[in-house]
């Protein structure tokens, strides 16, 4: 997925800051696909100059703070996105995620410290599980498309917690190479 593409998607709904930008996304399009934040900001501008969005400075309130840069799609970019709709995705889902690379190496390296790097993923995925539980009476008020979204978020969340925990049951289970060396020696 292009960020390109997330920032109009996002624009559809409202108007928004790049800070906001750059938030909703974080929060809500980090499981999907693999984000450079520092693109968020680049990408403003180059939307702004192929006429894709445009952007307004926002003065502040009466209580100060800075000025914000508004930026809302024109119609050439909703033109553009629902263009991008209608093409399939370029490539099928890839789960990029560095703990599984580690994962797949843990019996080289000390079995205690690898359960607690399970047991640190099974807390962010708990915090993760609880805040989207949390979201989901505001998922529920938005299209079916986004509520259907975030259930897949809660029902993929809840799948890993299960073989996060599962995983470190088989783990603790296993008996270790010195103790199988041990249990050869002696049978010697």
Excluded: C
Aim: without cysteine.
């Amino acid at each position: 997925m292009s960020i390109k593409y997330a920032i109009l998607g996002l624009l559809n709904y409202s108007d928004m800051h790049g800070y906001r930008i750059k938030t909703h996304i974080e929060n809500n399009f980090g499981h999907m696909w693999s984000i450079n934040f520092g693109q968020i900001y680049p990408s403003l501008k180059e939307l702004e100059k192929d006429g894709l969005i445009k952007m307004r400075e926002k003065t502040p309130s009466d209580s100060g703070g800075p000025h914000k840069k508004l930026y809302s799609i024109t119609k050439k970019g909703r033109s553009d996105f629902t263009r991008w709709l209608t093409t399939p995705p370029d490539k099928p889902m890839l789960i990029r995620d560095p703990f599984l690379l580690k994962f797949a190496f843990f019996s080289f390296g000390d079995i205690e410290e690898a359960k607690k790097i399970i047991d640190k993923q099974i807390e962010l995925f708990d915090a993760q599980l609880k805040r989207r539980k949390m979201n989901r009476k505001r998922w529920e008020r938005q299209t079916v498309y986004v509520r259907l979204l975030a259930e897949l978020g809660v029902s993929q969340n809840e799948l890993y917690l299960k073989w996060l925990r599962r995983a470190k049951t088989e783990i603790e289970q296993t008996p270790r190479p010195s103790d199988t060396s041990s249990n050869k020696q002696g049978g010697k």
